[in-house]
């Protein structure tokens, strides 16, 4: 049974830090990328950011570039995002999502589309 468990959410200041982590379970990651989304209430889902299964490669949504860092520790199927300098607009629900590393990945890392495998998501709530 796939399971992609998030965890690490919180409340936290305006301009504090944060680390939530995605631990995978029930399938084999190899050669499958990582991704953060997140979703506001009354809002549709978002890319915040993405990573190839080795970690050489990152993508970042422009809102978040500079502040967010996404990486993986691959012996623990674990995939973490840092949050620096938080803001009341990254309030939300972060999910974390696997998907095969192919063509259409590439192409579409943007979009939930490459994504077979989601998590159940935890809060992030920043306060003003």
């Known amino acids: 049974q796939v399971q992609l468990v998030e965890s690490g959410g919180s409340l936290v200041q305006a301009g504090g830090s944060l680390r939530v982590a995605c631990a995978a379970s029930g399938y084999s990651s190899t050669n499958y990328a990582m991704a953060w989304f997140r979703q506001a209430p009354g809002a549709a889902r978002e890319f915040v950011a993405a990573i190839t299964w080795a970690g050489r490669d990152t993508w970042y949504a422009p809102s978040v570039k500079g502040r967010f860092t996404i990486s993986r520790d691959n012996s623990k199927n674990t995939v973490f995002l840092q949050m620096n300098s938080l803001k009341p607009e990254d309030t939300a629900v972060y999910y974390c999502?696997?998907?095969?590393?192919?063509?259409?990945?590439?192409?579409?890392?943007?979009?939930?589309?490459?994504?077979?495998?989601w998590g159940q998501g935890t809060q992030v709530t920043v306060s003003s």
């Open positions: 999502a696997a998907g095969r590393q192919t063509p259409d990945f590439y192409s579409y890392k943007y979009e939930t589309g490459p994504y077979e495998y």
